[in-house]
């Protein structure tokens, strides 16, 4: 069980930034080319790159409700969309009288 | 359609829409079975609520799940996402095409949460785990028996996460929950918040690196 804190990588400070982005799969072509050829190379920035990998999904809480909740949701909606249709006729009728 | 029609009926076009025309045709896409969404909207903004029961139905898993992201709560959740709905509904005579349907609706949506996370800190002591745990469906526990140990674990995590989120700025944590959590694009997040993607990698950095703090126990 995690109760101490453990030291964090320490990646290159100039490339700190495009790490994220690399681990999030947003560099493309030469630029993701060179960052990772640099990786390969360097201790500090993999180690950095597969703590991202290790850490970020923690962060992610999984949400997944059942099919009867996500037709409740329409259900729910369409009255509540009624209720409104309703309302800017109701008000429509009140301008106009 | 009346409100008086089986539910069933509402939930996405199994026909095409008559109300649909002029169409562009493509090669890999039927329009009149599968329309984009700008022309659900044109069709929408006519007046067709179906068109618009359509587009909810094709956003509204993502919608909850960026809601949630920011709510960690199944039921503020679920009418964040529906008010965005609601408001894009009444608004949708504004809408005037020059970004994307979904872009333009997620704007909606990530300031409803905004402004719902203003409000809750406001409010009293937020009971962010507790409300978490137990607004969760047992059916949705992983189905691997989890030892008394991980069960511990996993609480802490949670508890980290959720405070760890809370701390983050409102456009920081924005940022984060649309990509790490939701997958859109640097482009698509700069979009929605109309920001530049240079700010957005920014915020995204920020958060990473404040996040990464935040959890390094777990490391």
Redesign the interface.
């Known amino acids: 069980?995690?109760?101490?804190?453990?030291?964090?990588?320490t990646a290159c400070k100039n490339f700190?930034?495009d790490l994220?982005?690399l681990h999030?799969g947003?560099l493309h072509g030469a630029e993701q080319d060179a960052l990772q050829s640099h990786v390969n190379g360097c201790n500090g920035c993999a180690a950095y790159l597969s703590?991202?990998g290790?850490?970020?999904p923690?962060?992610?809480?999984?949400?997944?409700?059942?099919p009867t909740f996500?037709?409740d949701?329409?259900?729910?909606?369409?009255?509540?969309?009624?209720d409104?249709?309703l309302l800017e006729i109701m008000t429509s009728q009140g301008n106009a009288a | 359609m009346t409100?008086l029609e089986p539910?069933e009926s509402?939930?996405s076009f199994r026909r095409p829409l008559p109300s649909i025309s002029g169409a562009v045709k493509s090669q890999d896409r039927s329009p009149l079975v599968n329309p984009r969404d700008e022309e659900l909207v044109a069709s929408a903004q006519k007046g067709e609520?179906r068109a618009?029961?359509e587009l909810?139905?094709r956003h509204?898993?993502k919608a909850?799940?960026i809601a949630?992201?920011f709510a960690?709560d199944?039921e503020d959740?679920?009418d964040l996402s529906?008010d965005a709905?609601?408001k894009a509904?009444?608004n949708l005579k504004n809408f005037d095409g020059r970004s994307s349907f979904y872009t333009w609706f997620y704007r909606i949506l990530v300031n409803l949460c905004l402004d719902y996370k203003r409000r809750q800190k406001r409010a009293p002591a937020d009971e962010f785990d507790e409300t978490?745990e137990h607004q969760?469906?047992p059916?949705?526990e992983p189905k691997t028996a989890r030892t008394p140990?991980q069960h511990?674990?996993a609480g802490?995590?949670?508890r980290k996460?959720g405070s760890?989120?809370e701390a983050l700025p409102a456009k920081q944590r924005t940022v984060?929950i649309l990509?790490?959590?939701q997958g859109l694009?640097?482009k698509e997040i700069a979009e929605t918040m109309e920001t530049a993607e240079g700010t957005v990698?920014?915020h995204?950095?920020r958060a990473?690196?404040a996040?990464?703090?935040s959890?390094?126990?777990?490391?």
């Open positions: 069980m995690a109760n101490q804190t453990n030291a964090l990588a700190e930034e994220v982005l999030y947003d703590e991202l290790k850490l970020l923690l962060t992610v809480k999984a949400d997944e409700p059942d996500w037709y949701y329409s259900r729910e909606l369409r009255h509540k969309l009624d409104l249709d | 409100p539910a509402h939930l609520r618009f029961e909810v139905e509204k898993q909850y799940h949630f992201g960690r199944r959740a679920k529906q709905f609601l509904f009444a978490v969760m469906d059916s949705h140990d511990v674990l802490q995590i949670s996460v760890a989120l984060f990509r790490n959590h694009s640097i990698k920014v995204l950095h990473v690196t996040l990464r703090q959890l390094a126990e777990f490391a």
